[in-house]
Nanobody, 120 residues
Framework: QVQLVESGGGLVQAGWSLRLSCAAS????????MAWYRQSPGKQRELVAG???????IYAEAVEGRFTISRNNAKNSVFLQMDSLKPEDTAVYYC??????????????WGQGTQVTVSS
């Protein structure tokens, strides 16, 4: 079982940047895919970005070119650099771990979430 703790959320103005961090503990980490999801009120949780254990990344169309996902396997961490933030990026952001090396299917571990609010 993996425990995940997110940090780095907050309130920013449109156009600003934030960097989210997720620290993992409790199980093998470096061979599993990781991802960031988000959920805003009244909407389903959606995939924002995912990264394989080798560092290959995928992004939702809405954040492509503005967000960057990265990981540090030695420190059991995954990050989400969010630039040029927009009000529609406002959501609770969740770190997640997949049961395999690829970003396929559903994650099997979730963090508690961190709030990101972007004002216009």
């Amino acid at each position: 079982q993996v425990q995940l703790v997110e940090s780095g959320g907050g309130l920013v103005q449109a156009g600003w940047s934030l960097r989210l961090s997720c620290a993992a503990s409790g199980s093998a980490f470096s061979d599993r895919a990781m991802a960031w999801y988000r959920q805003s009120p009244g909407k389903q949780r959606e995939l924002v970005a995912g990264i394989t254990y080798t560092g290959s990344a995928i992004y939702a169309e809405a954040v492509e070119g503005r967000f960057t996902i990265s990981r540090n396997n030695a420190k059991n961490s995954v990050f989400l650099q969010m630039d040029s933030l927009k009000p529609e990026d406002t959501a609770v952001y969740y770190c997640a771990v997949y049961p395999s090396t690829s970003v396929l299917g559903n994650p099997d571990s979730w963090g508690q979430g961190t709030q990101v609010t972007v004002s216009s």
